[in-house]
């Protein structure tokens, strides 16, 4: 099946620090943009005459709110963070694809679980889908949230979270974690790690730590940090989810000889069509196909997303950046193309 495509029109836009802003949208008129809490839209506006692409996080709720909306903030010299809070107005429309991702939780009225969700800055986002859609649908599902920000002023959704708190007393609980609060701060001053993370668990919610399920998303050190404060703890592999938002530098690594550097030809299968790509050296299979004009799908161009997942079916790949999958995927075979460079000859790569 191919990946669809639509343009959406600019509803609202809210301020919700002052560098963060979360822009809503109508749904297009034909049919709804279907999408699960924790996933992410691919926006692709035109800047200076060229289209770009990067995700973004829903931070609606598919069941709770009428409009699609996302959260962006400001990066320093960041392209697209920055012309979607300086350009963008209500009535524009911008091309997206449509809504991707696995870091979901999909609401089941028969579930009782503990679900722990630590974030960071714009990590915020996916967290903030993900307590709005279980908490009405799990009515004896708990909810607990470890919020790092820099200061008071920089908490995006902060009155949103405290409303959402008094409405469901007893099932949500909030905690924010500031690394530089003002002097009239009574809460915890600190960044979250390994050691605070415990604390959080331990002595803030006081849960079973094992047996709950947890979504992390923020600065890459953090989750780091959490994920290892975790495993203290036994928390299965499975019920630790991670979402990656960095852009990292990638390098080509050259451990495995010179196979990683040679130009190859790659198969891919795209729409029922084999197309054959010329892949050259420390190009990925992604920036290949491209040049060709052949239209894969794909948004973060960075390991992150999984947008651009395939299926290597024959030969053997190299990736760059293996974070954005799952063990298990990897060891079904999926590559990320905008990742993967062949490492042998007659890779074939099947593209959903
Ligand atoms: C699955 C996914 C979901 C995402 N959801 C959100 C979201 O809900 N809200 C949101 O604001 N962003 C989100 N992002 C990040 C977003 O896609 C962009 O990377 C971000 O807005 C920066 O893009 P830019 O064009 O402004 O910066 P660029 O022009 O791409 O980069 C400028 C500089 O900033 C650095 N940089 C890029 N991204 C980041 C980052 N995230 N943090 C710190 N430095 C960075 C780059 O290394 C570069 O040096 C998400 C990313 C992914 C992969
Ligand atoms: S495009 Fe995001 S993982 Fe490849």
Same mark, same amino acid.
């Given at each position: $099946?191919?990946?669809?495509?639509?343009?959406?029109?600019?509803?609202?836009?809210?301020?919700?620090?002052?560098?963060?802003?979360?822009?809503?949208?109508?749904?297009?008129?034909?049919?709804?943009?279907?999408?699960?809490?924790? /996933?992410?839209?691919?926006?692709?506006?035109?800047?200076?005459?060229?289209?770009?692409?990067?995700?973004?996080?829903?931070?609606?709720?598919?069941?709770?709110?009428?409009?699609?909306?996302?959260?962006?903030? =400001?990066?320093?010299?960041?392209?697209?963070?920055?012309?979607?809070?300086?350009?963008?107005?209500?009535?524009?429309?911008?091309?997206?694809?449509?809504?991707?991702?696995?870091?979901?939780?999909?609401?089941?009225?028969?579930?009782? =679980?503990?679900?722990?969700?630590?974030?960071?800055?714009?990590?915020?986002?996916?967290?903030?889908?993900?307590?709005?859609?279980?908490?009405?649908?799990?009515?004896?599902?708990?909810?607990?949230?470890?919020?790092?920000?820099?200061?008071?002023?920089?908490?995006?959704?902060?009155?949103?979270?405290?409303?959402?708190?008094?409405?469901?007393?007893? =099932?949500?609980?909030?905690?924010?974690?500031?690394?530089?609060?003002?002097?009239?701060?009574?809460?915890?001053?600190?960044?979250?790690?390994?050691?605070?993370?415990?604390?959080?668990?331990?002595?803030?919610?006081?849960?079973?730590?094992?047996?709950?399920?947890?979504?992390?998303?923020?600065?890459?050190?953090? $989750?780091?940090?959490?994920?290892?404060?975790?495993?203290?703890?036994?928390?299965?592999?499975?019920?630790?989810? /991670?979402?990656?938002?960095?852009?990292?530098?990638?390098?080509?690594?050259?451990?495995?000889?010179?196979?990683?550097?040679?130009?190859?030809?790659?198969?891919?299968?795209?729409?029922?069509?084999?197309? /054959?790509?010329?892949?050259?050296?420390?190009?990925?299979?992604?920036?290949?196909?491209?040049?060709?004009?052949?239209?894969?799908?794909?948004?973060?161009?960075?390991? $992150?997303?999984?947008?651009?997942?395939?299926?290597?079916?024959?030969?053997?790949?190299? $990736?760059?950046?293996?974070?954005?999958?799952?063990?298990?995927?990897?060891?079904?075979?999926?590559?990320?193309?905008?990742?993967?460079?062949?490492?042998?000859?007659?890779?074939?790569?099947?593209?959903?």
């Amino acid at each position: $099946m191919s990946v669809k495509y639509f343009h959406l029109t600019v509803k609202e836009i809210i301020e919700e620090t002052p560098d963060t802003k979360t822009f809503t949208f109508w749904h297009p008129i034909h049919a709804a943009v279907s999408y699960k809490a924790g /996933q992410f839209l691919t926006l692709m506006p035109v800047i200076n005459g060229q289209k770009v692409r990067r995700s973004y996080s829903m931070s609606s709720s598919p069941n709770k709110d009428a409009s699609i909306a996302v959260t962006v903030k =400001r990066v320093a010299n960041g392209l697209v963070s920055n012309y979607l809070c300086d350009h963008v107005k209500v009535g524009d429309a911008i091309e997206i694809m449509e809504p991707m991702g696995h870091f979901v939780v999909e609401p089941n009225p028969n579930k009782e =679980r503990t679900i722990v969700l630590f974030g960071g800055g714009s990590g915020i986002t996916p967290l903030m889908s993900i307590l709005k859609s279980v908490l009405p649908v799990e009515q004896s599902t708990k909810v607990y949230l470890v919020y790092g920000s820099r200061d008071e002023n920089s908490i995006i959704f902060k009155k949103e979270l405290e409303n959402l708190e008094q409405k469901y007393e007893g =099932r949500l609980r909030v905690l924010h974690v500031l690394s530089k609060p003002s002097y009239t701060w009574t809460g915890y001053k600190t960044r979250i790690n390994q050691a605070s993370a415990v604390t959080f668990l331990k002595q803030d919610f006081a849960i079973d730590i094992a047996t709950a399920e947890y979504f992390l998303c923020g600065p890459e050190g953090m $989750m780091e940090e959490v994920t290892n404060s975790l495993k203290i703890f036994n928390v299965p592999a499975d019920n630790i989810h /991670q979402e990656h938002f960095g852009s990292g530098i990638l390098h080509v690594e050259e451990e495995d000889g010179d196979d990683s550097v040679k130009e190859q030809t790659v198969t891919i299968q795209y729409e029922g069509t084999d197309y /054959q790509v010329l892949v050259k050296p420390h190009e990925t299979i992604l920036e290949a196909a491209l040049r060709e004009d052949i239209d894969l799908p794909y948004s973060c161009q960075a390991g $992150m997303c999984t947008a651009c997942m395939g299926k290597c079916v024959s030969g053997k790949v190299h $990736m760059d950046e293996e974070d954005g999958l799952t063990d298990k995927e990897i060891q079904q075979g999926y590559i990320l193309t905008c990742v993967a460079h062949p490492k042998t000859a007659g890779v074939v790569i099947e593209v959903e």
